[in-house]
T-cell receptor, first 113, second 115 residues
């Protein structure tokens, strides 16, 4: 799995868009970008994933650069409940025995009132 | 939220005692996982299951065993608990398939303390 780099922490005002960057310069052609988050004392939560096109769901949007070396997770209208650690994971589809998700240190997003 | 429950949610036990944690899902997902989360180590995979009676080891399987006798239940057993197994344990589920296997849905966690 390709290595990812994320800022340690970010702040965002409530109601504003939160843009969380992730660098994955060594990503290979068949690897997808996944985003998870973990709210304090809860289990990780899957948010979104993409290969090369921008993706949007009810939780967030994922913007992947054309060269696929970086991506941005966008929470369009952050709320206090979005305060969490956000993890960017780059991973190839697996059909074999390696199903382990590797969570790095992630970005602590703090949404302020 | 995915229908995943873990029991117990909190447990305090003594060194040397056996402990069983249960993960129950109502999603009929084929794959199930047990992770542990510790400060400084992040999430680490203990064991996983890719079907009823089909299980395999993860990266930190020593001291743990698992069983899956039906689709909805995945049990994690500490045969003889040690203080190093004090941790928060998360169960996760996913479906097979090229992308979906990486969409893992996590339970609320079990906080285990071994004294």
């Amino acid at each position: 799995d390709a290595k990812t780099t994320q800022p340690t922490s970010m702040d965002c005002a409530e109601g504003r868009a939160a843009n969380l960057p992730c660098n994955h310069s060594t990503i290979s052609g068949n690897e997808y970008v996944y985003w998870y988050r973990q709210i304090h004392s809860q289990g990780p939560q899957y948010i979104i994933h993409g290969l090369k096109n921008n993706e949007t769901n009810e939780m967030a949007s994922l913007i992947i650069t054309e060269d696929r070396k970086s991506s941005t997770l966008i929470l369009p209208h952050a709320t206090l409940r979005d305060t969490a650690v956000y993890y960017c994971i780059v991973r190839a589809p697996r059909g074999g025995s390696n199903y382990k998700l590797t969570f790095g240190k992630g970005t602590l997003l703090t949404v302020n009132p | 939220d995915a229908g995943i429950t873990q029991s117990p949610r909190h447990k305090v036990t003594e060194t040397g005692t056996p402990v069983t944690l249960r993960c129950h899902q109502t999603e009929n997902h084929r794959y199930m996982y047990w992770y542990r989360q510790d400060p400084g180590h992040g999430l680490r995979l203990i064991h996983y299951s890719y079907g009823v009676k089909d299980t395999d080891k993860g990266e930190v399987s020593d001291g743990y065993s698992v069983s899956r006798s039906k689709t909805e239940d995945f049990l994690l057993t500490l045969e003889s608990a040690t203080s190093s197994q004090t941790s928060v344990y998360f169960c996760a589920i996913s479906e097979p398939g090229a992308q979906r296997v990486n969409e893992q849905f996590f339970g609320p966690g079990t906080r285990l303390t071994v004294l």
